[in-house]
Structure formats: structure tokens, C-alpha cells
């Protein structure tokens, strides 16, 4: 045994080695306090241990690396700005996976006004390519609350969704091309910013969702917009989820294309922020069971948006499907109103633990789904508290369920294994998924076991082994293991 640990610490002894001549000894991180940020993720629910985190700065600096963990068999776990909600950029606790954080690959390839594309790589701030992209009047319409600090090959890897997709569609939509390291360390070279390419499988769209469990994103093209000539946003009260979905569809009716969002937000999501955070107030005079953000972007004037927005409103107000609503008068109000819903899971935090979920259903389906899901709950825990928003717009529900009032949340955590079976169970009889925006990663690996039919993980499997045969690549993420179906 001790001459077997000898040849283990040899040969990872030699790896590091290894990697400091190709990376740079700084970026070879190797102390606790080094790796530590890269151990857990956003939420806190998921640690792990690492021989390494390793910081390349190119593309051939990622292929020399996974060429190196290929040929000695050392697992990677690719991490960009560790802001996943599933557990999909943390390694496990063997301490003998490597972290491969792309952080330093930030630089802007190509800004291509033309095409309409920005070409970054994958470590690159979404936020700050928003911003570019501003800066030559161009929109590049990914958002969402951690555009500050996620990276474009973290938002690709896991086909972020966000606000603007009901108009502009998920990452997956936004992006033109990649180039990926594969798992045996050779660089695929697709970044073609082309509209169309029917030339076969489409390689792009194996990697982007996989969570790096297929190959390595290092670099994306990415498609612009034009920059809209006005935005106006509006807060409305609803009575019911009926009504938000009945008001979605008139908006849809008078706004077209220009309907860029379009939230569902509860009476409890307001109560939390307002309570954690006493500077974004309840934004009604009255109590609302739901509330609507929507926003319209407008090519043509701020005029013609507030026309449409008005004649919106009225009709809305006429017809009983709102109570009141609130117009942005200026750029701090519709910051103050994004706030409103951006807050909502940094005031879960707050609150403590709760059970989370993540689901898509068709539209048609939402209310039913809201009214049966919240009576069971109550049935099966009184009390509870369901913190409910979403991008209603694109069937995306964040269906949140929190410990009843006066109880101890992380003692109301033991029910979760339950609750999820509940919520989950009901999304795929309704023709949902256990996952809109943010991944599987390792939260949701049982659920896919279960929920996933034996034709689709058998063809998932497939692809895994074609691409990726010594399962290095962020392996016990996604897919779950060849077992039987859980019941």
C-alpha cells in the first residue's frame, strides 16, 4: 500500500510539474488558501477538494493541459466565474481532479460591426462585453443578475437564459460559432460568424449546455443587435398568474417583436426584498398577490414605446386583468424596478436555505401548474412559503418553497428530497423540464436518471463516449451513471 501511494504521489508530483513548465509556476495554484475560492460553489452547497487549480492564459495553454491530463489520466473540472447555481464547476472530494479556471483567457478577439459579432474568449466578464458592445451602439442581450462577475464560456457552457429571452433567445441563440479544446487536447477552430452553415452535425450545439463534461469552450462569436433608441419599462399589479398570462399574450398582441421582457414576481419575492433590503420598498400601495415587470425596447422613439405602453395599460386596466401600474419616469426608476427583481435570490440568502427549483412548462400549462403545485405543498407541509418568479414570458418558472414562519430553515431542508419528487413530478406529467436555465451540473444528476427515457440517455452516452472515452471532462456532472432507473 505505501509503495502504491509512493507511485500515486510520484506521478502527480510530476504532473504539477508539468503544468508550472507549460502555465507558469504563479498560475499553478497549489496551497489551501490558493485553491479555496475555487472549491465551492455560489450557493454553498457544494465543496470539493482539487490537486490543483490551474489559471492558462491561451487556448494552447487549455490544449497543452488537457493533452497532459489525457495521456496521465487526471480528471478536469473547467470553471469560469464560478457563478453556477448547480453545482456543475465544483470538483468532487477525492482531491485528485484538477480545476481548469479560464479566467485569463479575456481578451476580445474581433469586434465585427458588418457581421454584427464580437469574437471573445471564454473567460471574458458578460458584463463587460455588454458594455463593448454599448460602446459601438451595439446591444448584445444576454442579462441576467450575475452579468457582473459570470463568464461567456460559463453563460455558453450552461446555455444561460435570463431576462431578454422571450425576444433574443438563450446563449445558445446569441452565439455563432466556438472554439473548443477536446478532451484528447486538439483545438476545433468553429469560430465562423455565419448565419448559415448546413455542413453537417452542428458541432457548436454539442458543447454549448454540456457544462464542459464534452470539451473545453476557449472562445465564442457572438451575435450583436442594434442598440434600441428607447426602453421603457413598467411595474404592473396582478391579481392572479391567470391574469399575468392573459396580460402576456395582449402584450404580445400590442408590442410584437419589442416586448424584450416580461417577469412573473410574487407578493412573498416582494415582501422578502423589501424586508432584507428597506431601500427597494414595496413598490404598491396595496398588497398584490403578483406583480409583471415588462419591458419594451423600441427602434423608433421613446414616444412610440410609452404610446404602446399607455394603450397597453388601459386596455389591461379596462379588462380586470391589472389592479395598478407603475411607468419608469427615468433611468433610476427602471434600475430601482430590475432591482426589485434581481434582489429576490440575494434576499432568499438572507432568509436562509430553501428548496429550489428551476422548471419550464408551456405556457398554456403555468397557472395550472402554480395552483395544484401550491395546494399540495401546503397539504404536505403547512405553512411553507413559496417564493415563485420567473421569466414568465419564456415559460420559465424559479419555483422556491421556504420553511413555514417562526421554523428553523435549515431543519425545513431535510424535506427536499420530497418536495423536489413533487414539483418535478408534475412539471414532466405537464410536458415541462427539471431544468429552464441552469443546468444539471450535479444538483439535478438523479433527476435525469429518473426523468430521462432510457432512448435519450442511451443517445447522450453515445456522444459522451465518442467525444470524450476516458471521461475526464467534468465526469459526475450531467450524465448520470449507467445504473438503474430510480423509481
Known amino acids: 500500500m505505501n509503495s502504491q501511494k509512493k507511485r500515486i504521489g510520484k506521478a502527480s508530483a510530476e504532473f504539477i510539474t508539468a503544468c508550472q513548465t507549460l502555465i507558469g509556476i504563479e498560475n499553478v495554484r497549489l496551497n489551501t488558501a490558493d485553491k479555496s ?102 446591444l448584445f442581450p444576454l442579462s441576467l443578475a450575475a452579468e457582473g462577475s459570470c463568464t461567456i464560456g460559463g453563460v455558453l457552457s450552461t446555455n444561460a437564459g435570463g431576462t431578454a429571452v422571450l425576444r433574443y433567445g438563450s446563449a445558445r441563440e446569441l452565439c455563432l460559432g466556438l472554439e473548443v479544446v477536446t478532451a484528447e487536447g486538439q483545438i476545433w477552430d468553429g469560430l465562423r460568424g455565419l448565419r448559415k452553415d448546413n455542413t453537417g452535425y452542428d458541432l457548436r450545439d454539442l458543447f454549448i449546455g454540456a457544462e464542459g463534461s464534452l470539451g473545453l469552450i476557449t472562445a465564442a462569436v457572438l451575435k450583436l443587435q442594434p442598440a434600441p433608441a428607447a426602453t421603457v419599462t413598467a411595474l404592473a ?40 433590503f428597506p431601500q427597494l420598498r414595496y413598490p404598491f400601495n396595496q398588497a398584490t398577490p403578483y406583480a409583471v415587470l415588462l419591458e419594451l425596447s423600441d427602434q423608433e422613439s421613446e414616444d412610440h414605446a410609452r404610446n404602446i405602453f399607455n394603450k397597453l395599460m388601459e386596455e389591461s386596466i379596462t379588462n380586470g386583468l391589472i389592479n395598478d401600474a407603475l411607468i419608469a419616469q427615468s433611468i433610476a426608476q427602471t434600475r430601482q424596478f430590475w432591482n426589485l427583481r434581481e434582489h429576490i435570490p440575494l434576499a432568499q440568502v438572507e432568509e436562509g436555505p430553501n428548496i429550489k427549483h428551476d422548471v419550464s412548462l408551456p ?125
Open 37 to 138: 475560492p475555487f472549491l465551492t460553489d455560489w450557493r454553498k452547497r457544494y465543496s470539493g477538494t482539487a490537486l490543483a487549480v490551474l489559471c492558462p492564459q491561451t487556448s494552447l495553454e487549455v490544449a497543452a493541459i488537457v493533452d497532459l491530463c489525457n495521456k496521465t489520466r487526471i480528471a478536469m473540472v473547467p470553471q469560469g466565474g464560478n457563478t453556477g447555481l448547480s453545482g456543475g464547476a465544483t470538483p468532487n472530494d477525492s482531491g485528485e481532479q484538477v480545476v481548469i479556471s479560464l479566467k485569463r483567457l479575456n481578451k476580445i478577439r474581433e469586434v465585427n460591426l458588418p457581421n454584427q459579432t464580437i469574437t471573445a474568449e471564454a473567460g471574458c466578464i458578460l458584463q463587460s462585453v455588454q458594455e463593448l458592445a454599448a460602446s459601438h451602439q451595439r
Open 237 to 276: 399589479a396582478v391579481p392572479s398568474v391567470e391574469s399575468a398570462l392573459a396580460l402576456l399574450s395582449l402584450s404580445q398582441r400590442y408590442a410584437g417583436m419589442l416586448l424584450t421582457a416580461f417577469e412573473l414576481i410574487s407578493h412573498s419575492c416582494l415582501d422578502y426584498v423589501s424586508h432584507y
Open 363 to 487: 405556457a398554456s400549462r403555468i397557472a395550472e401548474f402554480v395552483t395544484k403545485t401550491d395546494a399540495q405543498m401546503q397539504a404536505n407541509f403547512p405553512g411553507c412559503r413559496i417564493i415563485n418568479f420567473g421569466h414568465l414570458g419564456d415559460g420559465n418558472l424559479h419555483y422556491n418553497i421556504a420553511c413555514p414562519a417562526g421554523t428553523v430553515p435549515h431543519e425545513f431542508m431535510i424535506h427536499q428530497d420530497v418536495a423536489s419528487r413533487i414539483v418535478h413530478d408534475r412539471v414532466i406529467a405537464m410536458g415541462g423540464s427539471i431544468s429552464a436555465e441552469h443546468g444539471i451540473g450535479k444538483s439535478k444528476i438523479v433527476e435525469m436518471g429518473r426523468y430521462k427515457t432510457s432512448v435519450e440517455l442511451q443517445l447522450m452516452r453515445a456522444v459522451k463516449k465518442a467525444l470524450d472515452p476516458k471521461g475526464l471532462m467534468n465526469p459526475g456532472k450531467v450524465l448520470p451513471e449507467k445504473t438503474a432507473r430510480p423509481n
